[in-house]
């Protein structure tokens, strides 16, 4: 199983840019396919975007295409998420999560098995 920790959250002003990141261990990183999604109390945890486990394939909600930009180094086992242009409504928990196994860019939630603790983004207006 793939252990993950994010890092990167914090408080920015609505137009700014924040990068998320996301450290795993194990040896199986590179053949996982890896995500992020997010989560607002009260309402349902929500994919943000993923990538296939070669880095040559991304899928992104429909909220922030065009605005985030998730990447993965595989030798530094990481994954990242670059979020530009903010919105008050980017603000959640993301989570950083791992589809082992899955070489496509996956958005299904029961593929992602291996969760992070999350990092809270708070997007001010």
């Known amino acids: 199983q793939v252990q993950l920790v994010e890092s990167g959250g914090g408080l920015v002003q609505a137009g700014g840019s924040l990068r998320l990141s996301c450290a795993a261990s194990?040896?199986?990183?590179?053949?996982?396919?890896m995500g992020w999604f997010r989560h607002v109390s009260g309402k349902e945890r929500e994919f943000v975007a993923s990538?296939?486990?070669?880095?040559?394939?991304?899928n992104y909600a429909d909220s922030v295409k065009g605005r985030f930009t998730i990447s993965r180094d595989n030798p530094k086992n990481t994954v990242y998420l670059q979020m530009n242009s903010l919105k008050p409504e980017d603000t959640a928990v993301y989570y950083c999560?791992?589809?082992?196994?899955?070489?496509?860019?996956?958005?299904?939630?029961?593929?992602?098995?291996?969760w992070g603790q999350g990092t809270q983004v708070t997007v001010s207006s």
């Open positions: 999560t791992a589809a082992p196994y899955i070489s496509e860019a996956t958005s299904r939630p029961a593929d992602f098995l291996s």
């Open positions: 194990g040896r199986t990183f590179s053949t996982c396919a």
């Open positions: 990538i296939s486990w070669s880095g040559r394939l991304t």
